[in-house]
C-alpha cells in the first residue's frame, strides 16, 4: 500500500531532550515536507526536501533540522526541544513537488513539558 | 497578500444532506488540492484539481482557474464526512510553498 509512515504518533518529551521523528515513503516520491499544525495557525511548513541531500527552510525553522540521505526518508529532528515546539506534525510527499497532489503521514502529536 | 479563504468556517448538516464547501485564493495561487482532516488529525488528499471538475464517489470538485475559486461537493453526507476540509495551492512563483486555507469544520449529525 502506498504511504507516508510518521513515527511515534504520539509523544511526550521533556524541555531540551533530543528527539527525532521519523518519516518514510514508499511511493519513490521526490519530494518531502514536513508541517506543524497549531489551532489558530493552520499548517505551517518547517522544512521541505526537493531531492536527496537538498533541503530548504520552510516558515518555521528555527528550533527544527532535518536530513535526507535517501529518498524514503526525511526524519524530523529537535535538539532541544521548547514547550513551544508542542504541536501537531505532519510529514507529506509528493511526486513533484507543490505542483502535484500530496500524501500526509498520520501525524505525530508532540509535547513538550 | 497571499490568500485563501474558505467558506463557510462551520458547517452541521444532518446525514443524507447535500452541501458546497467553497474556497476563494488570489491571484498568486494555483495548483488547488483539497484535504479532508478526520476526527482523529489524520489528512487525507481528496483532489489534486487545478482546473475542471473531478469526481470520486459522493464527492466531486470544481476549480475555476480564472476566476480564483475552487468548490467541493459533498452528497448524500454521512457522518464519515465529519472533520475539516482544507484547501490548498501552489503560491504562485515559489514551487516549493503549498498555501492552506483556515478550514471548514464540518460536523454531520445522523
Known amino acids: 500500500e502506498a504511504q507516508v509512515t510518521q513515527n511515534p504518533r504520539y509523544l511526550i518529551t521533556v524541555t531540551g531532550k533530543k528527539l527525532t521523528v521519523t518519516c518514510s515513503q514508499n511511493?519513490?516520491?521526490?519530494?518531502m515536507s514536513w508541517y506543524r499544525q497549531d489551532p489558530g495557525l493552520g499548517l505551517r511548513q518547517i522544512y521541505y526536501s526537493m531531492n536527496v541531500e537538498v533541503t530548504d527552510k520552510g516558515d518555521v525553522p528555527e528550533g527544527y533540522k532535518v536530513s535526507r540521505k535517501e529518498k524514503r526518508n526525511f526524519p524530523l529532528i529537535l535538539e532541544s526541544p521548547s514547550p513551544n515546539q508542542t504541536s501537531l506534525y505532519f510529514c507529506?510527499?509528493?511526486?513533484?513537488?507543490?505542483?502535484?497532489?500530496?500524501?500526509f503521514g498520520s501525524g505525530t502529536r508532540l509535547t513538550v513539558v | 497578500g497571499i490568500q485563501v479563504e474558505q467558506s463557510p468556517p462551520d458547517l452541521i448538516l444532518q446525514e443524507g444532506a447535500n452541501s458546497t464547501l467553497r474556497c476563494n485564493f488570489s491571484d498568486s495561487v494555483n495548483n488547488l488540492q483539497w484535504f479532508h482532516q478526520n476526527p482523529w488529525g489524520q489528512l487525507i488528499n481528496l483532489f489534486y484539481?487545478?482546473?475542471g471538475t473531478k469526481q470520486n464517489g459522493r464527492l466531486s470538485a470544481t476549480t475555476v482557474a480564472t476566476e480564483r475559486y475552487s468548490l467541493l461537493y459533498i452528497s448524500s453526507s454521512q457522518t464519515t464526512d465529519s472533520g475539516v476540509y482544507f484547501c490548498a495551492g501552489l503560491y504562485g512563483g515559489a514551487t516549493n510553498k503549498l498555501i492552506f486555507g483556515t478550514g471548514t469544520l464540518l460536523a454531520v449529525q445522523p
Open positions: 484539481i487545478p482546473s
Open positions: 507529506a510527499s509528493s511526486l513533484l513537488g507543490p505542483v502535484d497532489g500530496y500524501t
Open positions: 511511493m519513490n516520491h521526490e519530494y
